[in-house]
């Protein structure tokens, strides 16, 4: 914990002496730039989105849906706060932070779907196979893309300290929105199904965005010319 909020003078001197070595852009530039891949990101999402079907509510009550998405726009917000980082710390959020938030939103994401499907049963049930599953997932994780990408290259290249768990929070955030996305497109009530096929995939760009992290968020040290 010390370590974290406190970083040796080594660390500091190393990513002091990068930022003196690498260009970087003006708060207002950087403020520009984060705002147009935002609303580009968001966009396509958007049209993605409409694209592959839209809302579509099937057989649940609208309080259902209104839970299932509000829940999962808040914590898509708390998320997306946590992921962007400190502004008054080069090193961003604590890795502990960002670790919680990564483990603890899937099971609350789980859960909320249980409890949706307890206080408003679909009469008659709602019977899903695996293939319906399987699809249903991999749409997940393509809307989530999407704005996995916004997220990510807004920040390339400023984190030295820990990009690959920097890349899951990130992940775990564009999971969040994207199970929004599926809460209102999918008809489906099924916990199972809401759990496989709408909070699984969340883990899986958690994976992605680690990886895409690494690759993409970390300090390269530039050569002494």
Request: proline share 7%; aromatic share 4%; hydrophobic share 55%.
């Amino acid at each position: 914990m010390s370590q974290e909020r406190a970083p040796s003078a080594d660390l500091r001197a190393r990513v002091l002496a990068e930022v003196a070595r690498t260009p970087s852009p003006t708060r207002a530039v950087y403020k520009r730039r984060i705002v147009l891949v935002a609303a580009v990101g968001a966009l396509a999402t958007v049209a993605l989105f409409v694209a592959m079907g839209g809302m579509s509510p099937g057989t649940r009550p609208v309080e259902m849906i209104a839970f299932t998405v509000g829940f999962g726009l808040v914590a898509a917000a708390v998320l997306t706060r946590l992921s962007s980082g400190q502004r008054h710390s080069m090193l961003g959020r604590p890795r502990t932070v960002l670790l919680t938030a990564v483990v603890v939103t899937a099971p609350v994401l789980a859960v909320l779907a249980l409890v949706a499907t307890i206080a408003w049963p679909v009469h008659g049930g709602d019977h899903v196979d695996g293939g319906t599953n399987l699809t249903c997932g991999a749409i997940t994780v393509l809307q989530g893309a999407l704005p996995l990408m916004a997220l990510l290259i807004p920040k390339r290249g400023t984190d030295p300290v820990h990009p690959a768990v920097t890349g899951a929070a990130l992940g775990m955030t564009a999971g969040a929105w994207t199970v929004v996305m599926a809460y209102l497109r999918c008809p489906h009530a099924a916990a199972v199904h809401c759990i496989v096929a709408h909070v699984v995939p969340t883990l899986i760009l958690t994976a992605l965005g680690a990886v895409l992290g690494w690759l993409i968020l970390r300090v390269r040290p530039t050569p002494d010319r």
